[in-house]
């Protein structure tokens, strides 16, 4: 391998990273926060980018184009440099950064797997049992915020498999908004 093939982007990268920043953006939607009362928390936080990731990845991943499986892998890549940065800069030592993220990971692909078995079974109540387990740290029936957040997910799922792949390939990525109204469901 030569000296320049360590600056060379990998397939893909600029488009993973656009992608997550579409996910990112549609995780702060205040409607989470302020109607949903998903906790404005670092955790808080991190299940809704995760939650939106999730979405991306298991769209792309599915696609029958070849190139989804590599796209995803780029999406999740800048999730976690991303990760790895903002606990760098939260001031988390170098030591201990690497075990946090690697946290991160354990945590979000144990979520990921819920979330995408409850949309691979069109299961709305699967996936609102998901959330209100692991945004709202909650045990027992899954809350009626936690159903509105399952159908959102519902929905996003929906908008991005009718988006063309050659948009996600482009780090093109649109969510629908989350609905704000206190009986909207």
Known sequence: MGLLALFRRKPHERAGFELYGAAVAAARHPCFFDVLGVPDSLDGRFDLVGLHVALIIRRVRKDADPRGPALAQAVFDAMFADMDINLREMGVSDLTVGKRVKKMWEAFHGRAQAYEAALDAGDAAAMAAALHRNVWRAEGAASPAAHRLAA??????????AQPIEALLRGEARFPAPEETADAA
């Open 152 to 161: 959102h997910a519902l929905r996003g799922s929906a908008a991005l498999a």
